[in-house]
DNA sequence: ATTATTTTGTGAAGCTTTTCACATAAGCCG
DNA sequence: CGGCTTATGTGAAAAGCTTCACAAAATAAT
């Protein structure tokens, strides 16, 4: 007897959960313009994609469309921050109060969507105790600990690379599963752990690279 | 008569070119550890890849290495910068003087590798004229002229999502041909201007997508 | 109520990227 | 120098991802 369908654990891949984020912030920004209804046709033009990959996208989760209509913009959006996991709250915390950490704590789309930073910590003594957006900076000595008082689920790293494997190491200790690296090192996690890296200087050598050999760009009728 | 091999624009992908930044900064460490030569295993294994990508991806470009041996150190490191276009300075200009803005100003890796911010503009009147980090920040009023002036090359957009179209614009009248956009947005640009989008709430869901999912990861062997 | 129109959802085809596997070349050692 | 080891470079196979194309479903129109 062999099962009709096993519904467990298919991958999905990389670029559909990115272009899942691009529909929510389009959609975001379709309810602002007051449609009710969007077509993959539409949803496409807006992140220059075409409309049987945004179909293909939704299909891999359910059926959230109406044929001859389109997508209910409103309940799509809703459905989308469902399977992204970003319909509730998110304790994250923050190593590394400097340049790029502090304005991680300000920085607006990490708020808008439930990532909420609640702890901030640094090395530095002068800031250590001090106040930082209305949260104190407290001393990463006692990372592991607080990390699990203050039963934070997302450590953000933004410390120099030199030092991000002992801050990484003792965020596993705390039982964190989740870590968003800025640091331009390859961080060693055991398998449950799951890291992303945020490389900015990726992207200006992705621009370098294309205008010194000018470089086709992806076809997109 | 066929010619035997036309060598032109033939597309290399984008996660190549990500590669090759990566392993662009494997070299940089390697140099420092004093290794004279590396084997595509060890490469694939700084970077948690495989070894047959490494090499795959060298050879879009030509054969770098010594079978039996690796490939030389510092010889590969100048190679990929060649081929990446940062063997030269970038006249780079920062839009937008905000959080992110001026913590890209003084972050380490643009500037190693040769990626000079040399103007900075803003619209708040309580900031232009005022020197951030060394750089006197311009009126945003005068972006299309100084952009020429200055030789920019390329422009970073660190603004509010709602008036980067209107920034873009005026830096695309500038004739510049490369973007890198912080703003949470699809920037509408002529066919030649090359966009490259930072969006850093992504990888956040990504994170949050793959806990509330358990989602596997690619296996890695 | 029938026909025309729109647009989804999805197998299958097509294309791209990754991995495999092996011939080939270089170094090393006795 | 000849055999052994190491590790590249690369066609070919495999896997993965995107696009095509069309049946199905819903609305709109007459």
Redesign the interface.
């Known amino acids: 007897m062999e099962p009709t369908e096993r519904l467990g ?1 298919k ?2 891949s ?1 670029s559909t ?2 272009r ?3 529909y ?2 389009t959609l975001s920004m379709l309810e602002k313009e007051n449609y009710e209804t969007v077509s993959s046709k539409e949803l496409a033009k ?3 994609l075409t409309p049987a990959q945004v179909r293909k996208d939704l299909s891999f989760f359910g059926t959230f469309g109406t044929r001859g209509l389109g997508y209910p913009v409103i309940e799509l959006k809703k459905q989308i921050a469902t ?4 319909d509730r709250q ?1 304790r ?1 915390a923050l190593v590394g109060v400097g ?2 950490g ?3 704590v ?2 607006k ?2 708020s808008r ?1 439930d ?1 909420h930073i609640v702890k901030l910590f640094d090395n530095d003594q002068r800031k250590i105790g001090s106040n930082h957006k209305g949260i104190v900076i407290s001393d990463i000595k006692n990372l592991q600990t607080e990390l699990q008082e203050a039963k934070i ?2 450590v953000i790293i933004a410390v120099p690379a030199a030092v991000a494997q002992y801050i990484v190491d003792d965020v596993v200790k705390a039982n964190i ?4 690296n800025f640091a ?1 090192v ?1 961080l060693k996690v055991p ?1 449950d752990v ?1 890291v ?23 076809k997109l009728k």
Do not use: C, T
Not at 83 to 86: H, Q, S
Not at 196 to 207: D, I, Q, V
């Open positions: 654990k991958r999905i990389e959960i990115h899942l984020s691009l929510y912030r807006r992140e220059k399977i992204l996991g970003i998110w994250v340049n790029i502090s304005a991680l300000s920085y789309e990490f969507q990532f689920e997302i599963k989740a870590i968003l331009p390859n398998d799951y992303r890296n945020e490389n900015m200087s990726m992207e200006l050598e992705y621009l370098s690279f294309a205008m010194v050999n000018e470089h086709p760009k992806k």
